[in-house]
């Protein structure tokens, strides 16, 4: 039987270990993703997949004045020559440059459907087309004159430029964002005309400090306006650092409507803000009834931005309406700012604005310096030629006999006339009709004017401040183009003064109404309007089997505050609450109120007031009620118990009262002074009564009172108070003695 033969080897072999395999590719991978997708070059602000797509409308001649071509003859150039990537990036890429909402100064004009602020997907590329604009022709401009370094493709096939010459000062201009591998950028939008006014400053100043240049660059300008509402020294600090942020609120208005109504109009709203995803947010919070004096929100939006707000009534004011509307909805966001970029090394850094400002300096000084000198050798050429030119003027039967009658002719014109290579071609490629007089004219005319640029090239070439003056003329330049007098050019987003702290009062956003809280046995709750008389309350109809625990009054501004068995507190808005008709709903859908725990008591939050809790062992402490309110439905820990015990009450403490009652199961009064009970936000407490180990008796209630009005509690149809206590005074933690004849079986002091 043959012998099955190995397979041939794919490739070399390495006996190396997983983990440093695994690390090699993947630092490969980091390095590919931060320095060809994701970080911009600080030079021209652009990723690399922005600077194919501009060149590659160049080489398609897609300039401003010329017509538009489809998307899909973009894409296509871009992916099959430069960019070996999915066709939908690209073009994704390419939507996001032509959106005046997305990018402050468009580069790609687009025709067709390009998007929307509602965050509508543009149309396909097949349907749209695409030109550049002038903001990407200033980019572009002086690429073919050796500016900078061009680098092959990914094929080999052709060559791509490593960054664009950028007469224009791109990177904070139009901003940048992106997620690499362990490090991000995120850089705002700003206005040109403070930029060019920052950048003339350096130039005169190259020691500016960032104090001085936030002068001129007082913050982001962003497409979509807004207010910016930060401090001066936080964006100078962010600034410092290439590192922070800035919180931009919507624009609005009020329009009055007579008769003490108005509505709020939001015409401008936060960049990066979908207005659609806004609106429903709004409308979501609207109809959870957490903006109550909010009646609608429409969008009466066109070309520009409008969302009308219609509150319910006229008395709430409209600065502490909107203040809540901007805690709780994006109509107030924050711009991060993160400054990492790629230096001319094509190395990550985060650089403060003074850096990034001075690189793009750099870059244009270099660029106007290659420039010139590939100008200088263009001109260098030309010379040569016209001299060639003007020597065969200038001996022209002698050089038409050494056509006509030599053998090797152009060999006999370098030794006749000392020419070059390049100067004979010159003269044997001449045409009859360049023998004019006036041809003649026309040379040594260029010949002069060639001469005389030459050597302002060169003049410009050794004297550095002629070219911070060259730099300086183009960025008055871009300047005039792009001023806050244009209308590409004005600053749409408003500096205005940092948010105060303004604390919204709850009940402010909410219409105070009359209603009485009802809770049954069975932890069904409901909140009626108006305050019910006895009558009414008597009324009331409950589930099969249920009857009511709990009947109070209270209004749609409180808050409820629930106290468990478990000793937690559960807090709950009274405008939330179901309305009266009907059985109401189960307390526990509410809040997380497990199932082996029970309501101990509820009532409505009055805010300094305190309370003392206690568990059925008789333990217990002082707590105040601002320290209780729970902001989640898991409600708050207040009352530690464990094992079989359980909170037992929750009582108020009145003002001036001096004592504690306490009474267990056993019917034993204990009173003590209230100094005795600490004052704490959670925990055990201390002991109030001491029980006979193995009696099973607990703690039933605790009142706290004033010694010298008596202590009070039913007796028959009404009440009785004593005030000869001495029988049941003493000191904390003591057993007590019987409570007096008449004593409620409840053993309950209420």
């Known amino acids: ?436 007089k006036l041809e003649e004219m026309e040379i040594q005319t260029e010949n002069d004017a060639l001469n005389a640029e030459m050597t302002e090239l060169n003049t410009l070439l050794a004297d550095e401040a002629l070219r911070w003056k060259s730099i300086t003329q183009e960025v008055s330049e871009i300047k005039k183009a792009y001023g806050l007098n244009t209308e590409l050019g004005k600053r749409r987003t408003i500096i205005g003064k940092p948010s105060t702290a303004v604390v919204v009062p709850l009940d402010a956003m909410i219409e105070r109404e009359p209603i009485t809280l009802v809770c049954s046995e069975k932890g069904w709750i409901k909140a009626a309007k108006g305050h019910l008389t006895d009558d009414q309350i008597t009324d009331l109809k409950y589930k099969e089997g249920d009857k009511a625990r709990f009947v109070f009054h209270g209004e749609t501004t409180d808050k409820l505050l629930v106290f468990a068995t478990n000793g937690r507190f559960y807090t709950l808005g009274c405008d939330k609450l179901p309305g009266g008709r009907g059985h109401g709903e189960p307390l526990r859908l509410m809040v997380d109120l497990p199932n082996d725990a029970d309501i101990t008591d509820m009532f409505t939050h009055v805010k300094g007031r305190k309370l003392i809790v206690a568990s059925d062992a008789g333990r217990g402490f002082v707590v105040g009620e601002d320290d209780v309110m729970a902001q989640t439905k898991n409600g708050k820990q207040v009352l530690n118990v464990s094992g079989e015990e359980e909170a037992a009450t929750c009582v108020f403490v009145p003002e001036g009262a001096d004592q504690v009652a306490a009474i267990g199961s056993n019917r034993k009064i204990v009173i003590f002074a209230l100094d005795e009970m600490p004052q704490m936000t959670r925990g055990k407490g201390v002991i109030i009564q001491r029980y006979k180990k193995g009696g099973g008796a607990m703690l039933k209630d605790v009142k706290a009172f004033k010694l010298s009005e008596g202590l009070s509690f039913p007796f028959g149809s009404g009440w009785r108070t004593e005030t000869d206590l001495l029988r049941w005074q003493g000191k904390r933690a003591g057993a007590g003695a019987m409570a007096p004849r008449g004593f409620p079986t409840s053993n309950r002091f209420s």
């Open 1 to 436: 039987m043959a012998k099955t033969a190995k397979p041939a080897p794919t490739g070399i072999i390495r006996d190396t270990r997983l983990a440093d395999a695994l690390g090699e590719r993947y630092l490969n991978y980091a390095l590919s993703t931060i320095m060809s997708r994701s970080l911009p070059d600080v030079r021209d602000g652009l990723k690399p997949v922005h600077r194919r797509l501009l060149f590659a409308m160049r080489q398609l001649k897609l300039d401003p004045k010329s017509g538009f071509k489809k998307c899909a003859r973009v894409v296509g150039d871009v992916m099959g020559k430069y960019h070996p990537h999915g066709d939908s990036s690209i073009y994704d890429a390419m939507v996001r440059l032509s959106q005046d909402f997305a990018v402050r100064y468009p580069m790609v004009d687009g025709q067709g459907n390009f998007g929307n602020i509602d965050g509508d997907n543009a149309a396909a590329m097949r349907y749209t087309e695409a030109r550049m604009t002038e903001v990407a022709m200033a980019l572009l401009d002086g690429i073919d004159n050796d500016t900078v370094d061009f680098r092959p493709t990914y094929d080999g096939e052709d060559e791509e430029p490593i960054v664009l010459p950028s007469k224009f000062p791109n990177l904070l201009a139009n901003g940048s964002a992106g997620i690499a591998v362990g490090m991000a950028t995120s850089i705002p939008p700003h206005n040109v005309s403070e930029l060019c006014d920052a950048l003339k400053h350096l130039i005169k100043f190259p020691s500016a400090g960032i104090d001085k240049l936030v002068e001129f660059v007082q913050g982001p300008d962003f497409p979509t306006g807004g207010t910016m509402v930060e401090s001066r020294e936080a964006i100078v600090e962010a600034y410092k650092t290439g590192r922070g942020g800035f919180r931009v609120r919507a624009k609005w208005e009020i329009e009055d409507l007579g008769r003490g109504t108005y509505q709020i109009v939001v015409t401008e709203i936060p960049y990066q803000v979908q207005k659609s995803k806004l609106i429903e947010k709004i409308a979501e919070l609207i109809n959870a009834k957490r903006l109550p004096i909010l009646v609608d929100v429409r969008d009466e939006s066109a070309e520009d931005i409008r969302v009308v707000l219609e509150p319910r009534t006229g008395k709430v004011e409209a600065q502490m309406l909107m203040e809540q509307l901007f805690r709780m909805t994006e109509l107030e966001t924050r711009f991060s700012l993160n400054m990492n970029v790629l230096n001319a090394e094509n190395t990550p850094g985060v650089m403060d604005l003074r850096e990034v400002l001075w690189a793009f300096l750099e870059h244009r000084m270099e660029v106007l310096e290659r420039g010139s000198r590939h100008r200088v050798s263009q001109i260098q050429r030309r010379l040569e030629v016209l001299g060639a030119m003007l020597i065969a003027f200038l001996n022209l039967d002698e050089v038409i006999r050494i056509i006509r009658e030599e053998d090797e002719a152009k060999k006999c014109l370098v030794k006749t006339f000392n020419l070059n290579e390049v100067q004979v071609e010159a003269i044997l490629n001449m045409r009859l009709r360049q023998l004019r």
